[in-house]
């Protein structure tokens, strides 16, 4: 007896997927190679990558001109899609807000370019507020943000969050939807961050979220960054002086803990909120403390590095911590 | 205890209000006695008003035990005064509720009449202009709505009778008993004004559909809600204005009516995003709506209106951002409250958590007018990006000078070194808000040793101020 005929729609599909996915580079790799001065002018040598391509790839990521964090994201952050952006404790939380922050204006401003509203959302856990601190209009603005176009949802409990931040993923009117939350609740899992993760793909608007104090654990997210915070560098007076007593524009250290490449990059980088900008930041610059007792104990962060032996086997889903 | 009501079974034994219950039991001793609830009365009484609504939009209270409709104009609807009248005296029977209701053309006489017309129910409850004296005449003084002294006072002068008022000579009753008694006649008898106050705002606009068998399905529902809203959308075109609150009234077939309201942030005259605000609305309420039976009229009022500004669409494709933007907030407040959405508003104050304040997005979502932004303060100052609802106290044991940057401190029960500090900026309390001892607050903004960014303050000056002044943690920067 003949089996039932799929239909052709269905192979079709199945074999636009497999092209798709053979097409796209295999994981671990990062961005083809560094391209020559010639193919960057357009002048490809091999045939390799077609021109539509990279039009289409620089659509939908944001460059953050930190060469090291692009490289390690193929390109820049993407724009359509789930990025998680977490802090290990509180107290480091206005790190990962001016982090985000400074990625949604970034968002933001590039719609303002097309000449659209670009309205953000930060939709914030009760609790987040309550520990970290609620957004402050005056600091947001001299951050970059334009409060005209800036909404705050402080919803009752996580489910009304998740609602809340689906609803708004259908309205691309948006330039960015940030979803803060503390921990790892049970309420936010596999599911609940793959149906944001399928909304953002499907309206263009790019959800940040935001964990406070939370593990590294198994979610959507084709991006994972762990936000630390860094000593600023030297304020620097208009003169072109260094006030080394100052604290200058404010500076992160970003760990991309999930992504493409084999092993975490890191990289410290500021933002400066006249230029609307991130900036690379040679750690180097980074002045020691002055008062520090002992400036050898301070060990620069070991990433992906552990002291050990490394484990076979690559870890391809972590645990729930919740 | 004393008798308060009496149903009519009772008052046909001749028991009497104010009565005592001993007594009363004595004359009957199967009489059921009931304690009374005014409480429970009067939801009953107001439960009773929102089923009237169905007839009119003017429902007041006449007193704690009976309702008064102004059916000015919305007899035809029932097909006269008479068959309205049968309507609501068969209505309420079926539901079990004994009434008593008359017409007239004053609230009073229509009260009078509905209590102390003697004459059989539907008999002659209608009462024609031209027939106020006729009909009052035989009523006693009671039904002139007097204060209890008063009615006594004048049947102990044996003026039992509205009649016996009506020929007495006024100037000399109205120098004893004063004004109100002829106030009150005026009014019963149509001579004097007397206005109606209606529970409720009667809405600038509403539709409505009964139904010959009820729907209790959320979808029947919603479907009747866009079928409400696209009959307000020519209506609303007409006036060029557009709805910023709406009301979906829905009475059930046992009296129940069920009221939701939904605001929106910008006037709204669109039946889909008018139904899709009610999704959202009937979502939220999902547990609190109990169909029953299912509900027989749905009605859709529009509470506030608001002059629409009609925009031509361009020819970009692109939708209206702005009205995308008010699509989401209205769905949101409408699911959620709203108190769930806000805008950061800036104010012009130098006292940190005066200077902006989250406010509800509900009522225009960003304000066309102008806004006050950061950059246009005198001088930039240095903020942080979020601020602690309450300022946290903050230890600490060492500072470099008394009224310098701490070098140690411990907040939320941790150590911290400082690594950098600016500062201070000084900043006076608000003397004509705070008083004029508030302490002025020195800031400080610090950087620990692996670069978090804290912005502290010390609470007053030291030594001039305050002692040995506190220090509190008030923001976090990037």
Redesign the interface.
């Known amino acids: 007896m003949a089996e039932n005929a799929v239909p052709r729609e269905t192979v079709l599909a199945l074999r636009d997927a497999i092209a798709r996915l053979e097409r796209d580079r295999p994981s671990g790799s990062c961005l083809p190679s560094l391209e020559t001065e010639g193919e960057r002018a357009g002048f490809s040598a091999s045939g390799r990558s077609l021109p539509g391509q990279d039009v289409t790839r620089q659509e939908d990521v944001l460059p953050l001109g930190v060469p090291a964090l692009d490289h390690a994201m193929s390109g820049g952050l993407p724009l359509k899609g789930l990025s998680e952006i977490r802090v290990a404790e509180t107290r480091d939380a206005g790190a990962a807000t001016g982090f985000t922050l400074g990625l949604a204006a970034l968002c933001q401003a590039r719609r303002k370019a097309r000449g659209e509203l670009g309205p953000i959302l930060w939709i914030s856990e009760t609790m987040a507020g309550q520990e970290a601190g609620e957004p402050y209009g005056v600091g947001l603005s001299l951050l970059g943000i334009d409060l005209r176009a800036a909404l705050f949802s402080r919803p009752r409990n996580l489910q009304q969050a998740l609602w809340i931040a689906e609803a708004a993923l259908g309205f691309s009117v948006f330039s960015a939807v940030i979803l803060e939350i503390r921990g790892n609740p049970a309420r936010l899992g596999l599911p609940e961050s793959r149906r944001l993760q399928l909304r953002s793909m499907g309206s263009g608007v790019p959800i940040f979220l935001l964990r406070q104090a939370g593990e590294e654990e198994a979610s959507s997210a084709h991006l994972r960054l762990l936000v630390r915070p860094a000593p600023a560098a030297p304020f620097m007076l208009p003169d072109g002086t260094m006030l080394t007593t100052g604290i200058g524009h404010p500076a992160f250290h970003v760990i991309a803990e999930k992504t493409r490449a084999f092993s975490p990059v890191d990289a410290y980088l500021e933002w400066s909120s006249h230029a609307r900008r991130f900036h690379p930041l040679d750690p180097v610059a980074v002045p020691l403390p002055a008062n520090a007792a002992d400036p050898v104990t301070v060990l620069s962060a070991s990433v992906g590095r552990p002291g050990g032996a490394p484990t076979l086997g690559r870890v391809m889903a972590f645990k729930r911590a919740s | 205890m004393r008798i308060v009501a009496l149903d009519s079974v009772a008052d046909r034994l001749r028991l009497k209000r104010g009565q005592g219950v001993a007594e009363a039991r004595a004359m009957h001793p199967q009489l059921d006695v009931l304690p009374a609830d005014p409480a429970a009365d009067q939801a009953f009484l107001s439960a009773l008003a929102d089923w009237c609504d169905r007839y009119t939009p003017l429902v007041a209270y006449a007193g704690a035990d009976g309702l008064a409709l102004d059916i000015t104009g919305c007899t035809h609807l029932h097909g006269g005064e008479k068959a309205l009248l049968d309507d609501v005296l068969s209505r309420l029977f079926q539901l079990g509720v004994e009434a008593r209701g008359a017409i007239a053309a004053s609230p009073g006489l229509a009260w009078a009449l509905a209590r102390f017309s003697t004459a059989r129910l539907s008999d002659d409850s209608v009462i024609e202009a031209g027939e106020e004296a006729a009909a009052l005449g035989p009523l006693p003084v009671t039904a002139l709505r007097l204060p209890e002294t008063l009615t006594d006072t004048l049947i102990r002068l044996g003026l039992t009778h509205v009649a016996d008022l009506m020929e007495a000579p006024r100037a000399a009753l109205a120098r004893r008993f004063g004004p109100l008694v002829f106030l009150r006649l005026d009014q019963a008898l149509g001579h004097d004004d007397e206005p109606l106050s209606p529970r409720r705002p009667v809405a600038e606009l509403s539709v409505e559909r009964r139904l010959i068998s009820p729907v209790s399905g959320e979808d029947d529902i919603l479907g009747l809600a866009l079928q409400l809203a696209t009959g307000l959308k020519t209506t609303l075109e007409e006036r060029g204005e557009g709805g910023r609150q709406f009301e979906l009234l829905l009475f059930r077939v046992d009296g129940k009516v069920f009221r939701l309201l939904a605001g929106t942030s910008s006037p709204l005259r669109d039946p889909q995003r008018i139904a899709a605000l009610y999704k959202e609305r009937l979502a939220a309420v999902h547990d609190d709506l109990d169909a029953g039976f299912g509900f027989e009229i749905l009605r859709l009022c529009v509470l506030k209106t608001e002059p629409i500004k009609s925009v031509q669409d361009d020819f970009s494709g692109r939708?209206d951002?702005?009205r995308?933007?008010a699509?989401?907030?209205d769905?949101?407040i409408a699911?959620?409250g709203e108190?769930?959405?806000?805008?950061?508003?800036?104010a012009a104050s130098y006292i940190?958590e005066r200077?902006?304040?989250?406010q509800p997005?509900g009522d225009a979502?960003?304000p066309a007018g102008k806004?006050l932004?950061?950059?246009e303060w005198p001088v930039?100052?240095?903020?942080?990006?979020?601020?602690?609802?309450h300022p946290e106290r903050v230890e600490v044991p060492a500072a470099d000078v008394p009224d310098g940057a701490p070098?140690r401190f411990f907040w939320?029960r941790?150590a911290y070194?400082v690594?950098?500090a600016?500062g201070p900026e000084r900043i006076a309390a608000e003397w004509w808000i705070d008083g004029e001892d508030a302490p002025t607050r020195d800031y400080f903004?610090i950087?620990d040793?692996?670069?978090?960014?804290?912005w502290m303050f010390r609470n007053g000056l030291f030594q001039r101020e305050r002692m040995h002044p506190d220090w509190f943690m008030h923001?976090?920067?990037?």
């Open positions: 939708p951002q702005s995308a933007l699509d989401f907030t769905r949101v699911r959620f108190d769930v959405l806000s805008i950061a508003v800036l940190p200077a902006a304040s989250l997005a979502v960003f806004m932004q950061a950059e930039m100052p240095v903020r942080p990006l979020r601020l602690l609802t070098e939320r941790t070194r690594a950098r600016e903004r950087e040793e692996t670069g978090r960014r804290f923001g976090i920067f990037a």
